[in-house]
């Protein structure tokens, strides 16, 4: 009590403010082409919080700038636009301010509202005393402010989304690009391709919890783990992740632990596993995303001593590229292809590794961009969703708390959280850490404070990309919105009859041992970064009307498809 009489009430009322500058990135909130300081932005709205609006002293970004910075989250309460001049701050939550009216007796207002709001939400209990991340790291999301902003106001609307959102790609790059995702040219033992865990009859991904990658044999929950010698050793260690609308400009962390970042770190372009060893000239974060499942043993690479892909990479990661290129580049079709769609590719023998990942890139980011949901023609058009289906955008942006973490242009803040999903695979091992389990975030950080955390997902066409979560624990949408909802409960009550695991006799030993590690098993239950929220079966169904409500009208028509045949002359699953 005497902590918060200091730290706020007191400070309210002696003007001790510490001034902050409101940097912000969302065209709602600053419509000037560049602010170099956000001071003097004009606001529009009653009450403003950007998905990746960050506070920091001293720190000017232009609008839509893509390095997350630390600091707050900004509410506007005053309903006239304003001049955003600088912010209070309250268990990190930054109260943006005007030069105007008497500051002292808004402060007294703010002082008892918001200490009525934190002792409601219990902000702050997750985020006191963690320390700040690095500034090429995504900032907090902080606990509790989608309630705080139903408190106050009619359920929110997540920002629509138009063609002036995407990255322009160039349509022979994007044709070449489709041939090379369903080509099996790209993998060690030329067995697999992208499209055998992302293909278009499901959805751009597999319909498995954890995919049977390279050895197996077949499409989809049908796949096969392969025999013999050929058979697969190990189970893809997370579920295929959705590709739907990643040529959206604002993607900024790809992968579900986030491994993959915007940052010039390391020179460049991009923070990876790769780190200075990832070429350059990658035009988008896709681009360099789609160079890395060739580097990955049990989904493209192959296993040790199979193949020279294997064991150029074993060596080091960026050593594969190269001879996977040339294999590309030295069948005609794709040498005549590339020099067709890139200006700076005079002949077959300049094609490297940069140019098939931009290839790549060009085909998802058009191929899987799709905004023309019921729910995008009442954000553009105020088209009304049917009754259900609104009373589920109510909860959703209300009492149920799923924008909390579900919010922005793509129903997602690209930050990381603890949901406590079941824990069952080979994990995500790392060297010095051999257990089958899956930290998350912290395999990419090495921060204990990021484990069990996990990228949140965007959520257009959501009911098309079965299983879900990170390990794709739950094949029923309707499973896993009661598990966000109570996951305790829910993590208590799982069974692999929720999960979608063809069986693998010889690796059954492995696929459920971690369960058998309590005190394991206690660390990922106590990692938890919501508080659960009571849903009727009614509202569940509202929910599930309003999630549906997100799928495409043309969501299952794309503009490529998958080809009938590919340039290598290798079968197309």
Not at 52 to 58: E, I, M, P, T, V
Not at 509 to 530: G, H, K, N, P, W
Request: with cysteine; glycine share 10%.
């Amino acid at each position: 009590m005497f902590d918060l009489f200091r730290r706020h009430l007191f400070d309210h009322l002696l003007d001790r403010h510490g001034r902050v500058g409101v940097t912000a990135d969302g065209a709602e909130l600053v419509p000037e082409e560049r602010a170099d300081e956000i001071r003097g932005g004009q606001a529009k709205t009653g009450f403003v919080v950007p998905a990746d609006a960050r506070l920091r002293a001293g720190m000017s970004l232009e609008r839509r700038a893509q390095v997350p910075v630390e600091g707050a989250d900004i509410v506007l309460l005053d309903p006239q636009p304003q001049r955003v001049h600088d912010t209070d701050q309250f268990f990190g939550l930054g109260i943006a301010r005007s030069r105007r009216g008497p500051e002292r007796v808004i402060s007294l207002v703010k002082t008892a509202l918001f200490h009525q709001v934190a002792r409601i939400l219990d902000i702050g209990q997750r985020w006191q005393g963690r320390e700040a991340k690095s500034d090429t790291q995504t900032g907090p999301i902080h606990l509790g402010l989608p309630v705080f902003l139903s408190l106050v106001a009619s359920p929110a609307l997540a920002q629509p989304i138009t063609a002036e959102d995407f990255i322009s790609f160039d349509a022979d790059q994007a044709r070449l690009g489709q041939l090379l995702f369903y080509d099996k040219i790209l993998s060690g033992n030329k067995n697999i391709s992208c499209g055998t865990c992302h293909h278009h009859d499901l959805g751009g991904g597999d319909g498995l919890s954890l995919g049977i990658g390279e050895g197996g044999v077949g499409l989809g929950p049908k796949r096969l783990p392969g025999d013999g010698a050929d058979r697969i050793r190990k189970r893809i260690p997370r579920n295929a992740p959705a590709l739907w609308n990643l040529g959206h400009k604002d993607v900024r962390v790809l992968f579900h632990d986030g491994r993959l970042e915007i940052s010039n770190i390391y020179g460049n372009g991009y923070d990876s596993p790769a780190e200075e060893w990832l070429p350059q000239g990658l035009e988008t974060i896709l681009a360099a995303q789609a160079l890395f499942p060739m580097t990955a043993q049990f989904e493209m690479a192959g296993n040790t001593g199979e193949n020279e892909i294997i064991g150029a990479v074993t060596d080091r990661i960026d050593l594969g590229w190269p001879i996977l290129a040339k294999r590309v580049r030295t069948i005609p079709e794709y040498g005549q292809m590339f020099v067709a769609a890139f200006d700076h590719i005079d002949r077959p023998e300049d094609v490297t590794i940069v140019e098939i990942g931009n290839a790549l890139a060009a085909f998802i980011g058009t191929e899987w961009a799709n905004y023309d949901s019921p729910y995008d023609a009442f954000l553009t058009d105020g088209t009304p969703l049917p009754d259900d289906a609104e009373r589920g955008r109510q909860l959703f942006f209300g009492e149920a708390r799923c924008a909390q973490c579900h919010n922005g242009p793509l129903l997602s803040d690209q930050d990381f959280h603890a949901m406590a999903l079941p824990a069952f695979g080979p994990g995500r091992t790392r060297r010095w850490d051999p257990i089958p389990r899956d930290v998350g975030r912290m395999g990419a950080t090495d921060d204990l404070e990021d484990a069990y955390r996990f990228r949140t997902p965007p959520l257009r066409n959501v009911t098309l990309t079965a299983p879900y979560g990170h390990n794709g624990a739950y094949a029923s949408l309707r499973d896993m919105v009661r598990h966000m909802a109570d996951p305790a409960s829910m993590r208590d009550d799982w069974n692999p009859a929720r999960a979608a695991m063809p069986e693998v006799p010889w690796l059954a030993v492995i696929d459920y041992v971690i369960q058998s590690d309590q005190l394991e098993m206690a660390r990922q239950a106590a990692t938890l970064d919501v508080r659960p929220v009571s849903l009727t079966d009614a509202q569940v169904d509202d929910l599930m009307a309003f999630l549906e409500s997100l799928t495409g009208e043309t969501a299952l028509t794309r503009p490529l498809g998958r080809p009938e045949r590919v340039p290598s002359g290798l079968p197309v699953d």
